[in-house]
Structures are given as structure tokens and as C-alpha cells.
């Protein structure tokens, strides 16, 4: 422990390697927490405020523990950043001989045998399709890793990533005729024979919940498991340990049919018509639910117009694909995967258009062009706690958002952690001269229908004091589109709004400008870092409750009531408070940053609960007036 405090100090060798290293009492002391848990195989839920340098508080233990530990972030971007940036920079500082890999989920990497196959297709290929093979082909013979992060060249959306990449579904695993090049094999060897390993929380799940086949060998063999951005673990776990059936799975296994059976020159043209025909009536049923993307209840829809006939007439056509797939299985591995396939959706489907399970939700979401028939656990925790116990080793949960005021109350209740140690650093941020949190005065109740309008006359003032340089997260995509349009003619600066280009691009935008206004929803809110005066100032439209049509929420409301729990204090109101502590670490990233926090919900002060949401943010300089706010950007501006 003496040496993990010892590195991280004022004469330690970070000290020695980064310039303008300042040590923080508070990283020390996560670090040690870490230690103790991995040592001694302890769960550990730690929240550490931003600023606290958790990241380097976890590696150096994990990598002077002598174990094998496994690092699971939130996101793939937080992964690449661990395992190219931050871990050979820790790794050097120590000067210790640990073996590092990076596994992602199978989508992540190139699947040499559905590239051909999608090359075999020609015919049935769009030439822009084609096109765009070709360079993914050109790629695949200079890459190492297969990990399609590095293909720049195709567009977030293009529609041949599904063509070159696996599903669990349509991998042959060792069956396949390209094992040997598979890129997927070679990194879960590399992790495997690793001493860290970084994954991603998707990937912890899909091998907790077996889904995927011969990874599961993965999470035995680790000593020590650190779960970064762990606020979102409940979420996550709740899609892994439940089920689903999407028309994109029917839609790509009529696809893969068709190129599997061309693939092995069949004569006969009925497995090809089958899958056509699946194609056909997958996007009728579509057309069953309403225009519009949406999600509720599966029962709200289960009765509607022509679905029950839709439902029979998919089953039907997946009945006979079946039998057709099971004459033609010994012909190829393909065709063997297709029938296993097949057999599988048609399981699933009829359980999930069939009556609900006890203590499982039943819901429905439709995008554009497709549907998707969910059932979802009510509660993980004793799943969850069951997959840690099998694992008895040190768990270490951290995220600059766990606790609701100094409690980790519903955190440890959702996950089922019960008995772990909890700790709390509040960051070493200078908040009170950093930052000012203006609640404006006189704006309506949230649900009014002028509220989008009236928050942006409020925004406005604010926007000419910061020049831009401003976030405003929105709670809907709705106020979104509806604060975009209202604020689009009335400010100078540069408007960049969430939907109009990925995400990506519009942070790199964001960056360059400088003054830049960006206004976004969902992912903004939270794993992404601006340093600068670029960011000045953060505007958030309404308190984050999670929206009451929400079918998951609905039903976990509905079973909380009848248990006699209160859902609204001991679920509606956590999950908003650590939703809002994510969207207020947009703000201060630095130690040099300086900006105004804007929240405009007349809740705060109206409702006993505001108290709650305000005790949970970092103690930040307080007002109502504008004057105040514009005063502060005068003085940033004077130095």
C-alpha cells in the first residue's frame, strides 16, 4: 500500500514523466482503497469526483497487483483511451513487465469469412456496396488486429458493416473455414494468456450471461475485476439478462441464407424463396405497429389490427425455413449455422410474442424500418450478485456518480452489493471559485407547453455574457429539435445540434470553432470531455426523471407499489440524481476551467426534493440573478 501511495506522490515517478503533475490526496486514497480490495477480495464501490485521477488511482494497483485483472469501461472510446493511452503511460511510469490486451465484442472486429461471402454476392450488391467492400478489402490485407475501429473510410451508418463482421448468431466459431485468420480468435488468445485485459461493460455482460459462446472461459480465470463508469452497470444488465427478438436478426438470417446457399452453388431455389419470403412478411408486421419510432408494453400492441396474424404468418415461414435449412445443413458450415439459426429465432419469437412470464417485462420498440419484442428482468440484483459470487475475487466499482447525497444506497440495492465497502472523494476541483450554478428565476412548470420557449429566452442572455462556448442538454430529443429551431436565427455563433452529424464529428466541430453552441440529448450528457474555454458554460433544459411512458420503468413502478416500496424516492429520484451529477461533469474538466452551470427547472426551488438534487452537485458559488453570471464572464474575460 506504502508503494502504491508512493507513486502517485510529489517525488513518485509520474511526478518524474508528466510535466505539471500535481499529486492529490484523494487519488491516493482510491488507490489504496483499490489495493486493499484487489489484495484482499473485497467488492468496493468508490466514487470519485472529477478531477481525482481515478483511472491512474486503479491501473497502478492493478498493475503492480500481480494478478490477472480484468478493466470494464462504459464505452469502446473509454477502452481504446485505456489500452493505447493510459496503460502504456502507467506501465512506463512503473517500470513493470505486464502483458496487456484489448477485447472488444464481436462486432468490433472484421470476419474474414463474411467478407468473402459479401464479395461472393456481387450480383445482389449495390455498386456502392461494392465499392466500399473493395476498400474494406484492401484494409483487411495490411491490418493486424481486425479491430474495424481503424476503417475511417466508412460512414458510421453504412450499410456494410453488418456484411463484415459476426454476430453470435451467425459466427460458425470453430466450425468456420477461416479460424486460423479470424481476428476475434487471435484477440481473446491474447487476452486470455494477458495479465490485464480491457474490455467494455457489454462484453462483461455478454460473458455473465452465456450468450455468447465459448467466451465464457474469459471471467474465471481473473483474479481482480475493476468496473469504470459502473453507474451504468444496472442498465446494461437488465438487456443481457433478459431476452429479445429483433426483425434485423430475421431480416439478416433471410439475408445470410440466400448468400450461404449461393455460396454452395444450390441447385434447388427453395430455401431462397423461403427467406424471401421471411423478408416479405418480417416488414409487414413492421407495419402492424405505428408509423412513428416508439417503445410501451407489448400487451399494448399484442391485440392490434392483422398482428396476430402477423405473428403466425413469420412463425409459419420460420417453421418451414427450418425444415428446408435442416435437408440442406450437411452441405456447408454456412448452411449448418443458418439451420441452428433459424431454429433459435424460432424459439425465441413465439416464447416473446406468446404470454408473459412472471417477474419479466414485456415490452416493444420500433425504429423506422424495424421492431424489436423485449423481456426484461424486474430486478437483476440477485442475478447479478449470483455472477459475482461464482467469481469470488476483488470487485472494484468507480464512477465520479454512484452515490445520491452521501448515500450508495440505491447503487448497492440495484446490483445486489451488499456488504461492500463504500467509499466518497469529492473532487479536488476549487468549485466554489471555478464555477457558478445560476437557477434562473421565473420559468414555468416543466410540463407547461411554452417551457422549451421559455427556457431558451432564458438561455439567451447567457449565451451572449459566455460568446457561445455552451452545451445545452436537453431531456427529449422533442425540446431538442424544438430549442434548435427557436434558437437557430437569434445567435451569431456557431450552431451545432445533435442528429445532424455523428457525435464525433460534432465534439471535433465543437473543439475547432471554440465559440461554438451545441445543443444535444442522451450521450452528451455524460463520456464526454471538453477542456477549455471552449466550454464555458453548461445549460441544462429540465431535472433528467426518466420519461413515465418508459415500458421498463412502467412495470418496475408497478411491482415496487404492490411490494409497498416508495418507486419515486427510492428509484425515480437516484437515477435522475446521478443522471444530472453526470450532465454537470460536462463543466469543470480542469483544473484551469472556469464556467457557468445553468439549470432551469423551477423544481429545484419549489419541490422539497430540489434540496436533494442541489446537495448532490458539487458546492458551487449560488444564484439567481443574471447579473451575477454575466459579472463572472466579465472577469474571465479581463484575465
Given at each position: 500500500?506504502?508503494s502504491?501511495t ?6 513518485g515517478?509520474f511526478?518524474?514523466?508528466?510535466d505539471?503533475?500535481a499529486p492529490?490526496?484523494?487519488?491516493q486514497e482510491l ?6 480490495a484487489i ?5 468496493l ?9 481515478k483511472?491512474?488511482?486503479y491501473?497502478?494497483p492493478a498493475?503492480?497487483s500481480?494478478?490477472k485483472?480484468?478493466?470494464?469501461t462504459?464505452t469502446k472510446?473509454?477502452q481504446?483511451?485505456l ?6 503511460l ?9 502483458g496487456t490486451?484489448?477485447l472488444k465484442?464481436r ?7 463474411r ?7 456481387g450480383?445482389?450488391?449495390?455498386r ?11 484494409w483487411a ?5 481486425g479491430?474495424?475501429a481503424?476503417?475511417s473510410?466508412?460512414a458510421?451508418d453504412s450499410?456494410v ?5 459476426s454476430?453470435a448468431d451467425n459466427?460458425?466459431?470453430?466450425e468456420?473455414?477461416?479460424?486460423e485468420n479470424?481476428?476475434l480468435?487471435?484477440?481473446?488468445r491474447e487476452a486470455?494468456?494477458a495479465?490485464?485485459v480491457v ?14 459462446q465459448?467466451?465464457g472461459?474469459l471471467?474465471p480465470?481473473a483474479?481482480?475485476f ?5 453507474h ?25 441464407t440466400?448468400?450461404e446457399d449461393i455460396n454452395e452453388?444450390?441447385e ?5 424463396l423461403?427467406a424471401e419470403r421471411?423478408e416479405?412478411?418480417?416488414k409487414?408486421m ?9 417503445r410501451?408494453p407489448w400487451l ?9 396474424e ?6 409459419e415461414v ?9 435437408q440442406?445443413?450437411p ?15 424460432k424459439?425465441?419469437?413465439a ?12 415490452w416493444?420498440e420500433?425504429?423506422t424500418r ?10 437483476v ?5 449470483a455472477?459475482?459470487?461464482?467469481h469470488?475475487s476483488?470487485?472494484i466499482?468507480?464512477s465520479?456518480t454512484?452515490a445520491v447525497?452521501?448515500?450508495f ?11 461492500a465497502t463504500?467509499?466518497?472523494w ?8 471555478q464555477?457558478?450554478?445560476y437557477v434562473?428565476?421565473?420559468l414555468?412548470?416543466?410540463n ?5 420557449a421559455?427556457?431558451v429566452?432564458q438561455a439567451l442572455?447567457?449565451?451572449a455574457a459566455?460568446?457561445?462556448r455552451c452545451?445545452?442538454l436537453?431531456t427529449s430529443?422533442?425540446?431538442l429539435?424544438e430549442?434548435?429551431?427557436l ?5 451569431e455563433?456557431?450552431l ?5 452529424a455523428?457525435r ?12 461554438a453552441?451545441l445543443l444535444?440529448?442522451?450521450s ?7 477542456r ?8 441544462i433544459d429540465?431535472l433528467?426523471?426518466?420519461?413515465p411512458?418508459?415500458p421498463?420503468?412502467q412495470?418496475?413502478i408497478?411491482?415496487m ?13 437516484p ?11 460536462r463543466?469543470?474538466r480542469?483544473v484551469s476551467?472556469r ?8 423544481r ?17 458559488t ?5 447579473e ?6 466579465k472577469?474571465?474575460k479581463?484575465h
Amino acid at each position: 500500500m506504502q508503494s502504491v501511495t508512493q507513486f502517485l506522490s510529489a517525488d513518485g515517478p509520474f511526478a518524474r514523466l508528466l510535466d505539471g503533475y500535481a499529486p492529490r490526496l484523494q487519488q491516493q486514497e482510491l488507490a489504496e482503497a483499490v489495493a486493499e480490495a484487489i489484495d484482499d477480495n473485497r467488492l468496493l464501490v468508490a466514487e470519485a469526483g472529477t478531477g481525482t485521477g481515478k483511472t491512474f488511482a486503479y491501473l497502478v494497483p492493478a498493475l503492480c497487483s500481480g494478478k490477472k485483472v480484468i478493466i470494464s469501461t462504459g464505452t469502446k472510446n473509454l477502452q481504446d483511451q485505456l489500452f493505447h493511452k493510459d496503460i502504456p503511460l502507467v506501465r512506463k511510469a512503473l517500470e513493470v513487465p505486464v502483458g496487456t490486451a484489448l477485447l472488444k465484442g464481436r462486432a468490433n472486429y472484421l470476419c474474414p469469412h463474411r467478407l468473402e461471402l459479401a464479395l461472393s454476392e456481387g450480383r445482389q450488391t449495390t455498386r456502392s456496396v461494392l465499392n466500399e467492400l473493395r476498400k474494406v478489402r484492401q484494409w483487411a490485407s495490411r491490418t493486424r488486429s481486425g479491430d474495424i475501429a481503424e476503417l475511417s473510410e466508412l460512414a458510421e451508418d453504412s450499410p456494410v458493416w453488418p456484411l463484415i463482421t459476426s454476430t453470435a448468431d451467425n459466427c460458425l466459431g470453430n466450425e468456420c473455414d477461416q479460424i486460423e485468420n479470424c481476428y476475434l480468435a487471435l484477440a481473446r488468445r491474447e487476452a486470455q494468456e494477458a495479465d490485464v485485459v480491457v474490455i467494455n461493460h457489454h462484453l462483461l455482460f455478454a460473458d455473465m450471461a452465456l450468450k455468447d459462446q465459448g467466451f465464457g472461459e474469459l471471467l474465471p480465470g481473473a483474479n481482480a475485476f475493476i468496473l469504470d463508469e459502473a453507474h451504468q452497470l444496472a442498465d446494461i444488465a437488465s438487456n443481457f439478462f433478459g431476452t429479445m427478438v429483433s426483425a434485423n436478426q430475421l431480416l439478416e438470417l433471410s439475408r445470410d441464407t440466400i448468400a450461404e446457399d449461393i455460396n454452395e452453388a444450390g441447385e434447388s431455389r427453395q430455401a431462397r424463396l423461403l427467406a424471401e419470403r421471411l423478408e416479405i412478411t418480417v416488414k409487414d408486421m413492421r407495419l402492424c405497429f405505428a408509423i412513428q419510432p416508439d417503445r410501451g408494453p407489448w400487451l399494448a400492441v399484442r391485440d392490434r389490427e392483422g398482428m396476430a396474424e402477423a405473428i403466425h404468418t413469420v412463425g409459419e415461414v420460420l417453421e418451414e425455413l427450418c425444415a428446408c435449412l435442416k435437408q440442406l445443413a450437411p452441405r456447408g458450415k454456412g448452411l449448418e449455422g443458418c439451420y441452428e439459426r433459424a431454429l433459435d429465432l424460432k424459439e425465441r419469437f413465439a416464447m416473446l410474442t406468446g404470454a408473459t412470464p412472471e417477474g419479466l417485462i414485456h415490452w416493444y420498440e420500433t425504429h423506422t424500418r424495424s421492431f424489436s419484442i423485449h423481456l426484461t428482468p424486474m430486478d437483476v440484483a440477485s442475478l447479478f450478485r449470483a455472477r459475482i459470487d461464482a467469481h469470488p475475487s476483488g470487485w472494484i466499482f468507480t464512477s465520479a456518480t454512484l452515490a445520491v447525497g452521501e448515500r450508495f444506497d440505491h447503487f448497492i440495492r440495484q446490483l445486489g452489493l451488499d456488504g461492500a465497502t463504500t467509499r466518497q472523494w469529492e473532487s479536488p476541483f476549487d468549485y466554489p471559485h471555478q464555477a457558478v450554478l445560476y437557477v434562473p428565476e421565473g420559468l414555468p412548470e416543466p410540463n407547461s407547453p411554452g417551457y422549451t420557449a421559455a427556457v431558451v429566452e432564458q438561455a439567451l442572455p447567457v449565451l451572449a455574457a459566455s460568446e457561445g462556448r455552451c452545451f445545452i442538454l436537453f431531456t427529449s430529443h422533442r425540446a431538442l429539435r424544438e430549442a434548435a429551431e427557436l434558437i437557430r436565427e437569434r445567435i451569431e455563433w456557431p450552431l451545432l445540434v445533435q442528429g445532424d452529424a455523428p457525435r464525433t464529428r460534432l465534439l471535433e466541430e465543437f473543439r475547432a470553432h471554440g465559440n461554438a453552441v451545441l445543443l444535444g440529448t442522451g450521450s452528451f450528457w455524460e463520456g464526454v470531455d471538453v477542456r477549455g474555454e471552449a466550454l464555458s458554460c453548461v445549460i441544462i433544459d429540465k431535472l433528467p426523471f426518466a420519461s413515465p411512458g418508459d415500458p421498463v420503468l412502467q412495470a418496475r413502478i408497478e411491482a415496487m407499489r404492490r411490494n409497498g416500496a416508495n418507486p419515486f424516492m427510492e428509484y425515480q429520484l437516484p437515477q435522475a440524481v446521478i443522471t444530472l451529477k453526470q450532465g454537470v461533469g460536462r463543466l469543470i474538466r480542469d483544473v484551469s476551467d472556469r464556467g457557468v452551470l445553468m439549470l432551469c427547472d423551477p423544481r429545484l426551488g419549489s419541490k422539497p426534493y430540489g434540496k436533494i438534487f442541489i446537495d448532490s452537485l458539487p458546492d458551487m458559488t449560488k444564484t439567481r440573478k443574471l447579473e451575477v453570471v454575466e459579472r463572472f464572464f466579465k472577469h474571465l474575460k479581463k484575465h
